[in-house]
Protein backbone atom coordinates (compact mmCIF):
# COMPACT_ATOMS: atom_id res chain seq x y z
CA UNK A 1 0.00 0.00 0.00
CA UNK A 2 1.23 2.99 -0.93
CA UNK A 3 -0.02 6.15 1.71
CA UNK A 4 -0.98 9.63 0.40
CA UNK A 5 -1.15 12.52 2.41
CA UNK A 6 -3.90 15.09 1.41
CA UNK A 7 -5.08 18.39 2.72
CA UNK A 8 -8.61 19.57 2.40
CA UNK A 9 -11.13 21.90 3.53
CA UNK A 10 -14.55 21.14 5.50
CA UNK A 11 -16.28 21.96 2.50
CA UNK A 12 -18.68 19.59 -0.01
CA UNK A 13 -16.58 21.03 -2.86
CA UNK A 14 -13.13 19.33 -1.90
CA UNK A 15 -14.57 15.86 -0.70
CA UNK A 16 -13.71 13.98 -3.52
CA UNK A 17 -10.36 12.03 -1.70
CA UNK A 18 -13.15 11.44 1.80
CA UNK A 19 -15.79 9.54 -0.38
CA UNK A 20 -13.29 7.68 -2.12
CA UNK A 21 -11.51 6.59 0.79
CA UNK A 22 -15.22 5.95 2.40
CA UNK A 23 -16.23 3.87 -0.26
CA UNK A 24 -12.68 1.99 -0.36
CA UNK A 25 -11.57 3.28 -3.74
CA UNK A 26 -8.85 4.22 -2.67
CA UNK A 27 -7.59 0.61 -0.79
CA UNK A 28 -9.21 -1.16 -4.22
CA UNK A 29 -5.85 0.48 -6.03
CA UNK A 30 -3.31 -0.03 -3.27
CA UNK A 31 -3.68 3.27 -1.86
CA UNK A 32 -3.81 4.57 1.96
CA UNK A 33 -5.21 7.62 2.44
CA UNK A 34 -4.17 10.23 5.59
CA UNK A 35 -6.10 12.97 5.02
CA UNK A 36 -6.26 16.34 6.62
CA UNK A 37 -8.55 19.01 7.24
CA UNK A 38 -8.42 22.88 7.37
CA UNK A 39 -4.85 23.55 7.20
CA UNK A 40 -5.01 27.17 5.99
CA UNK A 41 -5.74 29.28 3.43
CA UNK A 42 -5.68 27.64 -0.64
CA UNK A 43 -1.94 28.95 -0.45
CA UNK A 44 -0.84 27.85 2.64
CA UNK A 45 -2.21 24.39 1.69
CA UNK A 46 -0.25 24.58 -1.75
CA UNK A 47 3.17 25.88 0.26
CA UNK A 48 2.51 22.82 2.01
CA UNK A 49 2.33 20.49 -0.58
CA UNK A 50 5.32 22.22 -2.47
CA UNK A 51 7.49 22.00 0.82
CA UNK A 52 6.51 18.35 1.04
CA UNK A 53 4.40 18.58 4.22
CA UNK A 54 1.39 16.89 1.63
CA UNK A 55 1.13 15.05 -0.79
CA UNK A 56 -2.06 16.16 -2.71
CA UNK A 57 -3.59 19.21 -1.52
CA UNK A 58 -7.06 20.97 -2.44
CA UNK A 59 -7.32 24.50 -3.72
CA UNK A 60 -9.39 27.16 -5.64
CA UNK A 61 -8.55 27.03 -9.27
CA UNK A 62 -6.86 30.74 -9.13
CA UNK A 63 -4.78 29.94 -6.33
CA UNK A 64 -3.65 26.75 -8.28
CA UNK A 65 -3.07 28.00 -11.44
CA UNK A 66 -1.26 30.72 -10.06
CA UNK A 67 0.83 28.87 -7.99
CA UNK A 68 1.73 27.03 -11.10
CA UNK A 69 2.76 29.61 -13.13
CA UNK A 70 4.71 31.61 -10.51
CA UNK A 71 7.19 28.21 -10.29
CA UNK A 72 5.78 26.65 -7.28
CA UNK A 73 6.90 23.01 -7.79
CA UNK A 74 3.54 21.68 -7.72
CA UNK A 75 1.31 20.74 -11.01
CA UNK A 76 -2.27 20.22 -10.82
CA UNK A 77 -3.68 16.74 -10.49
CA UNK A 78 -7.45 16.46 -10.86
CA UNK A 79 -9.98 19.20 -10.57
CA UNK A 80 -12.76 19.26 -8.33
CA UNK A 81 -16.07 21.32 -7.47
CA UNK A 82 -17.91 22.67 -10.74
CA UNK A 83 -19.80 25.60 -10.27
CA UNK A 84 -23.10 25.56 -11.88
CA UNK A 85 -25.37 28.76 -11.46
CA UNK A 86 -28.50 26.22 -11.35
CA UNK A 87 -27.14 25.07 -7.43
CA UNK A 88 -24.73 27.92 -6.27
CA UNK A 89 -23.02 26.42 -3.18
CA UNK A 90 -20.64 29.83 -2.99
CA UNK A 91 -23.02 32.61 -1.62
CA UNK A 92 -21.66 36.44 -0.62
CA UNK A 93 -23.90 37.01 2.65
CA UNK A 94 -24.99 40.21 4.99
CA UNK A 95 -26.37 40.29 8.49
CA UNK A 96 -29.83 39.40 8.20
CA UNK A 97 -30.56 43.02 9.43
CA UNK A 98 -28.08 44.65 7.22
CA UNK A 99 -29.60 47.16 4.86
CA UNK A 100 -27.36 46.16 2.27
CA UNK A 101 -28.93 45.15 -1.02
CA UNK A 102 -26.62 45.90 -4.21
CA UNK A 103 -23.19 45.99 -5.35
CA UNK A 104 -23.19 49.76 -5.23
CA UNK A 105 -24.13 49.59 -1.47
CA UNK A 106 -21.09 48.20 -0.61
CA UNK A 107 -19.21 51.24 -1.06
CA UNK A 108 -16.13 51.65 1.74
CA UNK A 109 -17.71 48.45 3.17
CA UNK A 110 -15.92 45.27 4.22
CA UNK A 111 -15.98 42.17 2.55
CA UNK A 112 -14.55 39.39 3.28
CA UNK A 113 -12.87 36.74 1.00
CA UNK A 114 -10.56 33.80 1.85
CA UNK A 115 -7.26 35.04 0.94
CA UNK A 116 -6.25 37.97 -0.89
CA UNK A 117 -5.74 36.12 -4.87
CA UNK A 118 -8.01 33.68 -4.86
CA UNK A 119 -10.83 32.80 -6.63
CA UNK A 120 -13.50 34.03 -4.28
CA UNK A 121 -11.65 37.39 -4.03
CA UNK A 122 -12.36 37.10 -8.07
CA UNK A 123 -15.44 36.62 -8.16
CA UNK A 124 -16.97 38.94 -6.02
CA UNK A 125 -14.79 41.64 -7.92
CA UNK A 126 -16.58 40.70 -11.30
CA UNK A 127 -19.75 40.54 -9.26
CA UNK A 128 -18.90 44.24 -8.13
CA UNK A 129 -17.97 45.49 -11.60
CA UNK A 130 -21.07 43.73 -13.84
CA UNK A 131 -23.65 44.84 -11.07
CA UNK A 132 -23.16 48.72 -10.89
CA UNK A 133 -20.63 48.70 -7.91
CA UNK A 134 -16.93 48.84 -7.93
CA UNK A 135 -14.44 46.25 -6.69
CA UNK A 136 -11.94 49.75 -6.25
CA UNK A 137 -14.17 51.14 -3.81
CA UNK A 138 -14.97 48.15 -1.56
CA UNK A 139 -12.36 47.40 1.31
CA UNK A 140 -11.29 43.60 1.32
CA UNK A 141 -10.39 41.78 3.91
CA UNK A 142 -8.94 37.78 4.33
CA UNK A 143 -7.88 34.93 6.90
CA UNK A 144 -11.15 34.93 8.58
CA UNK A 145 -12.87 31.56 9.05
CA UNK A 146 -16.18 30.89 7.14
CA UNK A 147 -17.62 29.28 10.56
CA UNK A 148 -17.59 32.40 12.07
CA UNK A 149 -18.93 34.57 9.13
CA UNK A 150 -22.21 35.45 11.17
CA UNK A 151 -20.59 36.78 14.29
CA UNK A 152 -18.94 38.76 12.21
CA UNK A 153 -21.34 39.92 10.41
CA UNK A 154 -23.31 40.47 13.38
CA UNK A 155 -20.43 42.39 15.44
CA UNK A 156 -20.15 44.95 12.37
CA UNK A 157 -16.72 43.38 11.62
CA UNK A 158 -17.69 42.74 8.19
CA UNK A 159 -20.21 44.01 6.28
CA UNK A 160 -20.28 41.04 3.51
CA UNK A 161 -18.50 37.48 3.54
CA UNK A 162 -18.69 35.03 1.13
CA UNK A 163 -19.33 30.84 2.25
CA UNK A 164 -19.43 28.03 0.68
CA UNK A 165 -21.78 25.28 1.82
CA UNK A 166 -22.32 23.61 4.40
CA UNK A 167 -21.52 27.02 6.47
CA UNK A 168 -24.09 28.74 4.21
CA UNK A 169 -26.81 26.57 5.54
CA UNK A 170 -25.43 26.59 8.64
CA UNK A 171 -25.89 30.02 9.21
CA UNK A 172 -28.63 30.38 7.09
CA UNK A 173 -30.88 32.06 10.69
CA UNK A 174 -28.13 34.74 11.05
CA UNK A 175 -27.42 35.94 7.35
CA UNK A 176 -29.08 36.80 4.10
CA UNK A 177 -27.47 35.97 0.86
CA UNK A 178 -26.58 39.07 -0.62
CA UNK A 179 -25.48 37.77 -4.37
CA UNK A 180 -24.38 35.20 -6.02
CA UNK A 181 -20.90 36.18 -7.79
CA UNK A 182 -19.74 33.47 -9.46
CA UNK A 183 -22.75 33.67 -11.44
CA UNK A 184 -20.53 37.13 -13.10
CA UNK A 185 -17.95 34.90 -14.32
CA UNK A 186 -19.52 32.02 -16.21
CA UNK A 187 -22.80 29.91 -15.93
CA UNK A 188 -20.73 26.59 -15.26
CA UNK A 189 -16.71 26.35 -14.24
CA UNK A 190 -14.06 24.30 -12.67
CA UNK A 191 -13.62 25.96 -8.86
CA UNK A 192 -10.67 24.03 -7.86
CA UNK A 193 -7.87 21.82 -8.51
CA UNK A 194 -6.16 19.52 -6.74
CA UNK A 195 -2.25 19.91 -6.59
CA UNK A 196 0.59 17.07 -6.71
CA UNK A 197 3.74 18.13 -5.16
CA UNK A 198 6.54 17.99 -8.19
CA UNK A 199 8.65 15.52 -6.30
CA UNK A 200 5.87 13.30 -4.86
CA UNK A 201 5.29 12.65 -8.77
CA UNK A 202 9.08 11.66 -9.68
CA UNK A 203 9.02 9.54 -6.80
CA UNK A 204 5.54 8.09 -6.95
CA UNK A 205 4.66 8.10 -10.28
CA UNK A 206 2.26 5.24 -10.70
CA UNK A 207 0.66 5.98 -7.34
CA UNK A 208 0.15 9.68 -8.57
CA UNK A 209 -1.51 8.37 -11.82
CA UNK A 210 -4.01 6.24 -9.79
CA UNK A 211 -5.02 8.69 -7.29
CA UNK A 212 -5.83 10.62 -10.64
CA UNK A 213 -7.94 8.28 -12.34
CA UNK A 214 -9.88 7.17 -8.69
CA UNK A 215 -10.42 11.11 -8.06
CA UNK A 216 -11.96 11.42 -11.88
CA UNK A 217 -14.19 8.41 -11.18
CA UNK A 218 -15.37 9.01 -7.78
CA UNK A 219 -16.19 12.48 -9.50
CA UNK A 220 -18.36 10.85 -11.50
CA UNK A 221 -19.60 8.20 -9.19
CA UNK A 222 -20.39 11.44 -6.50
CA UNK A 223 -22.39 12.70 -8.96
CA UNK A 224 -24.65 10.27 -9.30
CA UNK A 225 -25.46 9.10 -5.99
CA UNK A 226 -25.71 12.74 -3.45
CA UNK A 227 -28.24 10.05 -1.76
CA UNK A 228 -24.75 8.16 -0.46
CA UNK A 229 -22.50 11.09 -0.26
CA UNK A 230 -24.40 13.56 2.13
CA UNK A 231 -24.30 10.40 4.87
CA UNK A 232 -20.38 10.00 4.03
CA UNK A 233 -19.74 14.25 4.48
CA UNK A 234 -21.67 13.71 7.62
CA UNK A 235 -19.73 11.44 9.03
CA UNK A 236 -16.83 12.40 8.52
CA UNK A 237 -16.89 16.19 8.54
CA UNK A 238 -19.07 15.90 11.99
CA UNK A 239 -21.99 18.16 10.49
CA UNK A 240 -25.82 17.30 11.19
CA UNK A 241 -26.94 15.13 9.08
CA UNK A 242 -29.91 17.12 8.43
CA UNK A 243 -27.86 20.11 7.18
CA UNK A 244 -26.20 18.41 4.72
CA UNK A 245 -29.82 16.99 3.51
CA UNK A 246 -31.04 20.52 2.93
CA UNK A 247 -27.99 22.16 1.44
CA UNK A 248 -27.00 22.69 -1.83
CA UNK A 249 -25.00 20.26 -2.98
CA UNK A 250 -21.55 20.55 -4.58
CA UNK A 251 -21.11 18.89 -8.72
CA UNK A 252 -17.76 17.92 -9.21
CA UNK A 253 -15.85 17.91 -12.86
CA UNK A 254 -14.42 14.05 -13.98
CA UNK A 255 -12.01 16.17 -16.25
CA UNK A 256 -10.08 19.77 -16.97
CA UNK A 257 -12.49 20.35 -20.34
CA UNK A 258 -11.74 23.28 -21.97
CA UNK A 259 -15.15 24.81 -21.81
CA UNK A 260 -15.17 24.47 -18.21
CA UNK A 261 -11.58 25.88 -17.58
CA UNK A 262 -12.14 28.43 -20.47
CA UNK A 263 -14.06 31.07 -18.82
CA UNK A 264 -12.44 31.47 -15.44
CA UNK A 265 -9.17 31.68 -16.92
CA UNK A 266 -10.26 34.37 -19.20
CA UNK A 267 -12.00 36.39 -16.42
CA UNK A 268 -8.94 35.70 -14.24
CA UNK A 269 -6.31 36.96 -16.92
CA UNK A 270 -8.17 40.35 -17.27
CA UNK A 271 -7.97 41.00 -13.47
CA UNK A 272 -4.61 40.20 -13.82
CA UNK A 273 -4.67 37.30 -11.37
CA UNK A 274 -2.67 34.84 -13.63
CA UNK A 275 -0.83 35.06 -17.26
CA UNK A 276 -2.93 35.24 -20.03
CA UNK A 277 -3.83 31.42 -21.61
CA UNK A 278 -2.18 32.31 -25.15
CA UNK A 279 1.12 33.41 -23.24
CA UNK A 280 1.52 30.28 -21.19
CA UNK A 281 1.55 27.88 -24.35
CA UNK A 282 4.30 30.28 -25.45
CA UNK A 283 6.26 29.94 -22.74
CA UNK A 284 5.87 25.85 -23.12
Not at 68 to 85: E, F, K, N
Amino acid sequence: MTEVRFGLSSLDVAALPIYADATGAFAAHGITARIERDLGHPGEVIEMVAAGELDVGYADIISSVRAVQRGAPVRLLAPGGLYDTAEPIVVLVRARASALRTASDLAGRVVVTPAEHDLARLGVRRWLDTAGGRSDAVRFASGRKMAGASADLTAGTADAFIISEPQRTIQRAATAVLATPFDAIAERFIMGAYVVSQAWLKREAAATHRVARILRATARWANAHRGETGPILAERLGFDPAVIASMSRATYAPAFRRSWLAPILRVAAEYGEIAPENRNRDER
